[in-house]
Nanobody, 124 residues
Framework: QVQLVESGGGLVQTGDSLRLTCVGAGRTFSSYGMGWFRQAPGKEREFVAAVTGGGARTYYADSLKGRFTISRDNAKNTVYLQMDTLKPEDTALYYC?????????????????WGQGTQVTVSS
């Protein structure tokens, strides 16, 4: 069982930045591929970004490249999502997810464990 806890969401204005944090429990955290997804009301869960266990490789949704940055600190069992130049359409519940096998894709089914999510609301 892998427990994931997200934090860092909030209410911000257009153009602001936020950094989301996901802390994982488990001694093998550094072997997990980690992803961030988001879900807006009435919409399907959407891939945001992912990073391999060692942090060497990252993967982003094309529409978010250049504004969002994923990183991780395995010494702290933590994954971050830096979000810059936020827009109202970024409003969603943001989830982090763990792929125990280490793979990273844009498909939710790749990830076995999920956090509860942290809400990001961007006002215009």
């Amino acid at each position: 069982q892998v427990q994931l806890v997200e934090s860092g969401g909030g209410l911000v204005q257009t153009g602001d930045s936020l950094r989301l944090t996901c802390v994982g429990a488990g001694r093998t955290f550094s072997s997990y591929g980690m992803g961030w997804f988001r879900q807006a009301p009435g919409k399907e869960r959407e891939f945001v970004a992912a990073v391999t266990g060692g942090g060497a490789r990252t993967y982003y949704a094309d529409s978010l490249k250049g504004r969002f940055t994923i990183s991780r600190d395995n010494a702290k069992n933590t994954v971050y999502l830096q979000m810059d130049t936020l827009k109202p359409e970024d409003t969603a519940l943001y989830y982090c997810a763990a792929s125990v096998g280490g793979g990273i894709t844009n498909y939710p089914s790749t990830y076995e464990y999920w956090g509860q999510g942290t809400q990001v609301t961007v006002s215009s």
